[in-house]
């Protein structure tokens, strides 16, 4: 990966599918057929229970859907024992760290690790992950507690993301945090 990209979590590989070395995939992304289109080199990282505990780069050669669940198929796996050793990944893509997103468009990456304060200013927690869905975005905040606390990402109760001290603030509603 050039020293000028970043990673962009897209992927997690699941079970297995068929024996000819085809997974299902877990998405994060928005964009699929773009991400990951055949010919698309990947980073792939280990997950807690993953077999094959080497980082490596996998080739994309066939993306289908069955029903609602992504496969995909890789050049550098061909067989289902292959294919299960790879179970529980994170497939990466690298983009370039100055790539535009529009204005109220975010990346987890670039979020990940901002401290969270109520409008006062007083602690809420760290940001973990941004969570995208079909009908609204998540916030996925660790509290001071270590519980894990979803927030709407809605500019209600998002009134202002601070990139420049990492810092977001939330007006939650009583008894979130």
Known sequence: MPDSAERLRVARIGKPHGIRGEVTAQLYTDEPEQRLAPGAELIRTPGSETLDRNTSTLTITRQRWNKNIALLSFAEISDRDSAEALRGSTLYVAVPALEDTDEDGWYSHELAGFSCVDAAGQP??????????????????????????????????????????????????????
């Open 124 to 177: 809420l927690g760290t940001l973990k992950e941004l969570l995208t869905g079909a009908a609204q975005d998540l916030l996925v905040v660790t509290s001071g507690s270590g519980e894990e606390v979803m927030v709407p990402f809605v500019e209600e109760l998002v009134p202002e993301v601070d990139v420049e001290n990492r810092r977001i603030v939330l007006t939650p509603p009583a008894g979130l945090f």
